[in-house]
C-alpha cells in the first residue's frame, strides 16, 4: 500500500513540470504615442528545465500582429528584421530580448500603448505552447524593466510570471 501511494504522489508531483520550465519575466512594453503603429516588447525568458525550447511567436488583442525582431547594426545605422524562426531558448539558459537587441515587435496597433498600464501577451513557445504574460507598460524610451522614466512609480506587482 506504501508504496501505491508513494507511486500516485511521484506522478502527480512529475506531471505539471513541463509547463513550469519556462519562466518569463520582467516583461514591459514602450508606451506609445496616440497613433504610433508599432510598439516594442522586451523580456528574459528562463529555461529551467533540460531541453531546448524556442520562442516562436507572439500575439496580443492590441496589435494586429506581433513578430520577432533582430536588431543589426552597421555603423551608425540600426536595422530590424523579422526573425521567422524566433529565438532559441536552450535548455538551462536565460534569454533576453532587450531593446537593441531581438525583440517583440507588437504592429498594426489598434489603440496606444499607457504608460503604467498592463497588456497581456500570449507568448507561444514550440514546446512549452502558449504562454500569457502580462507586460508592463513602461516610458515611451523605457531601456529596461526597471527604467522608470520620469515620474513612473515601479508597480508592486513586478509583473514576473512563471507557468
Ligand atoms: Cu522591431
Not at 28 to 37: I, K, V
Not at 117 to 124: C, E, F, H, M, P
Not at 145 to 154: E, I, K, V, W
Not at 157 to 163: E, K, R
Amino acid at each position: 500500500m506504501k508504496t501505491i501511494f508513494a507511486a500516485v504522489a511521484l506522478s502527480l508531483v512529475a506531471l505539471p513540470s513541463v509547463a513550469q520550465d519556462i519562466e518569463v519575466r520582467e516583461a514591459f512594453a514602450r508606451a506609445t504615442l496616440p497613433n504610433a503603429p508599432v510598439a516594442g516588447g522586451y523580456l528574459t525568458v528562463a529555461n529551467h528545465g533540460d531541453r531546448d525550447d524556442r520562442l516562436t511567436g507572439a500575439r496580443a488583442d492590441f496589435a494586429g500582429e506581433a513578430q520577432i525582431h533582430e536588431m543589426t547594426h552597421s555603423g551608425d545605422v540600426m536595422r530590424m528584421r523579422e526573425l521567422p524562426d524566433g529565438v532559441a531558448i536552450p535548455a538551462g539558459q536565460e534569454v533576453h530580448l532587450s531593446t537593441g537587441s531581438n525583440h517583440l515587435m507588437f504592429m498594426r496597433l489598434n489603440r496606444g500603448l499607457v504608460q503604467g498600464d498592463t497588456v497581456t501577451v500570449t507568448l507561444t513557445f514550440e514546446k512549452a505552447g502558449d504562454i500569457d504574460v502580462p507586460f508592463i507598460v513602461g516610458p515611451i524610451n523605457a531601456r529596461s524593466f526597471d527604467d522608470d522614466g520620469s515620474g513612473r512609480t515601479a508597480p508592486a506587482d513586478h509583473g514576473g510570471h512563471s507557468h
